[in-house]
């Protein structure tokens, strides 16, 4: 078959060429739509239920809403674990598929068990679904804040203004911001005053729950139209809120202002933030999946200038403290430069050894053309450009010239050798008869390389998610450099090899000396055949018992750029408590790093 495949290459020598040029102008093109990130998608379906359950306990989190959500969830069809957080009015489940489900109908179906056990809840507890988001999600931190506004006033701006704009751009999953205070209003009752007038707290309550609401009267009909009834009673003012009447004694209406005091005040905070030693807001933003984390970096930094110039003047800080973006550029970088470096090694490798620029070209037309190849090949399957596939692709760049360089130089030979009979063949029927003679050679070293690395296709889990792109990598750029060998490199052979002047000239300087140098050295092999042996197995059991030693991990450490200091404190500390000791920590890390490029953003408790 891989004869006839070179035969019908260089009959139709010229639709080879065209669909070269075609696949390198729709790899390059394919290579800038492809999503660049830092590890590939690892993301098991999980469905995260949030409940909060104001003023319970842990245990009763854990009794009262936990438990009956786990005991309704842990039936469902796909669910591989349930795991779950029980804190102080807080709980937290995760509920975590089989690979290859579908996420949005494992949210349906967790949509139909929350109506079922909504009835076994307490009063006034709801879960809550959060978003689809990725194991990789947090892309970006920003800090907000203030040296003339209060901690209310900016985390209004952040709710009201910068957390809806971040919001509206496609790919983020959510914006969760921690710190500041929320606005609310305050109602400090006077016991005494309601005992006189006989007020109980429940009219309050009652009364409270219909403050600043609009409500409707149906509609009359008049004068041939009809008008609609409306009660406007929407106000957020506090005069507003102190003239709200509780009820009637006697006729007369008791408000609200004489029987409490009415007041802004903060909500009762479970989190906190400070940044570079001062209060403020920090947004957490979060993206999708499928997102593209570069481009959805972009996207929020233009957000944020346009964001800048409409903002109050008193909002004095929006800087970016974690930028993912930032290290995912980095890395791909570093593994672009590898790979660019690899290639003039062997650039320069094959010059030595080949000694010619045309030989050189030709072999070296493989490694693009079948990284190309490999990034189509991608763009088919929704593979994303990431460490991982460019660590693929870094192994096979040495290799990928290997199919060419065997045939080109067989090829090259067979010209030499046919230039010096006194009746040279057709140089076509001498390249395809040097391309089909080393064939066989070259597929089977393809095939036994490949097999190496099938069984990263066996693994599962989060294994096989992070391990077998680079397979794919791997297999696809080696299996394109033979496609490549036996339909391109003896086409181009036909059209650059046989006008070349040196056809007569032998091996290189660098490979008569290499070849005796070997020669040497297998006669003394030869003469010392049980030292050799005894040598080499002696090497096999030093490099077993080194990798032995070798430390274990799953992953190599990765340099982000950022320092994480967690401080664990005691057991029931206040928020108070440990917002005070972060700001002692955050001004001694400011401090120890004067005069650098730093930035100590802190964060304590949990948002809300």
Not at 128 to 133: R, Y
Not at 198 to 204: G, S
Not at 558 to 577: D, H, K, V, W, Y
Request: charged share 20%; net charge positive; hydrophobic share 50%.
């Amino acid at each position: 078959m891989f004869n006839v495949l070179v035969s019908a290459s260089l009959r139709n020598r010229l639709f080879v060429l065209a669909a070269a040029v075609i696949l390198i102008i729709y790899g390059g093109i394919a290579l800038h739509q492809l999503q660049v990130d830092v590890f590939p998608d690892l993301n098991r379906p999980t469905v995260t239920l949030v409940t909060e359950a104001e003023g319970l306990a842990p245990e009763e989190v854990e009794q009262l809403v936990t438990l009956p959500l786990e005991t309704a969830m842990n039936g469902m069809p796909g669910v591989v674990r349930v795991r779950s957080v029980s804190g102080v009015g807080l709980s937290i489940l995760y509920i975590e598929f089989d690979w290859g489900t579908s996420i949005y109908l494992n949210r349906q179906q967790v949509t139909e068990r929350l109506s079922v056990v909504r009835e076994q809840l307490p009063r006034n507890v709801n879960p809550q679904m959060a978003p689809i988001t990725s194991i990789m999600g947090e892309i970006m931190l920003i800090a907000v804040a203030s040296d003339e506004a209060t901690p209310m006033e900016v985390r209004e701006i952040v709710d009201w203004v910068i957390r809806p704009r971040l919001l509206t751009i496609s790919g983020i999953a959510q914006v969760i911001p921690i710190g500041g205070e929320v606005r609310q209003y305050r109602v400090t009752l006077n016991l005494a005053q309601m005992t006189n007038l006989d007020i109980t707290r429940n009219e309050i309550e009652t009364a409270l729950r219909q403050f600043g609401a609009n409500t409707a009267g149906g509609f009359v009909d008049q004068h041939a139209r009809e008008y609609l009834i409306r009660n406007l009673g929407r106000t957020n003012r506090l005069e507003d809120l102190g003239s709200l009447t509780v009820a009637y004694r006697k006729g007369v209406a008791i408000q609200l202002r004489q029987l409490a005091s009415v007041d802004y005040a903060a909500r009762v905070k479970r989190g906190n933030a400070g940044y570079m030693g001062k209060p403020c807001v920090i947004l957490t933003v979060q993206k999708q999946p499928s997102a593209d984390t570069l481009k959805l970096t972009s996207e929020i930094e233009a957000a944020l200038s346009e964001l800048k110039r409409v903002l109050p003047k008193t909002i004095t800080t929006t800087d970016i403290l974690f930028r993912q973006a930032s290290f995912i550029r980095t890395s791909i970088d570093n593994v672009k430069r590898v790979l660019v470096e690899a290639l003039v090694v062997v650039a320069a490798v094959l010059f030595l050894f080949l000694l010619n620029w045309r030989t050189t070209a030709i072999s070296l037309a493989a490694i693009p053309i079948s990284i190309l190849i490999t990034v189509i090949v991608f763009h088919l399957l929704g593979l994303t450009i990431n460490t991982m596939t460019l660590g693929g692709l870094a192994i096979a760049i040495g290799e990928l010239v290997d199919d060419a360089v065997v045939g080109v130089e067989n090829v090259f030979r067979r010209l030499r050798e046919n230039n010096a009979r006194p009746n040279p063949a057709s140089a076509l029927v001498v390249i395809a008869a040097a391309s089909q003679e080393v064939r066989s050679g070259i597929v089977y070293a393809t095939a036994i390389i490949i097999l190496v690395f099938v069984p990263l296709f066996a693994l599962s889990g989060i294994e096989g998610r992070l391990f077998a792109p680079l397979g794919v990598a791997y297999i696809v750029s080696i299996l394109a450099s033979l496609i490549i060998s036996i339909s391109l490199t003896p086409v181009l052979c036909y059209y650059l090899l046989p006008q070349m002047g040196r056809l007569a000239h032998g091996d290189s300087w660098l490979v008569r000396h290499l070849k005796a140098g070997n020669r040497r050295l297998l006669d003394w092999a030869f003469e010392q055949q049980p030292f050799v042996i005894t040598a080499a197995l002696f090497a096999v059991v030093l490099a077993g018992f080194g990798a032995w030693l070798l430390p274990r991990s799953f992953l190599p450490p990765f340099n982000e750029g950022t320092l994480t200091i967690s401080m664990l404190l005691r057991p029931g500390i206040s928020l108070a408590e440990s917002n005070r000791v972060g700001l002692i920590a955050e001004r001694l890390i400011l401090k120890s790093s004067r005069g650098k490029d730093s930035r100590s953003p802190n964060r304590t408790g949990r948002a809300r």
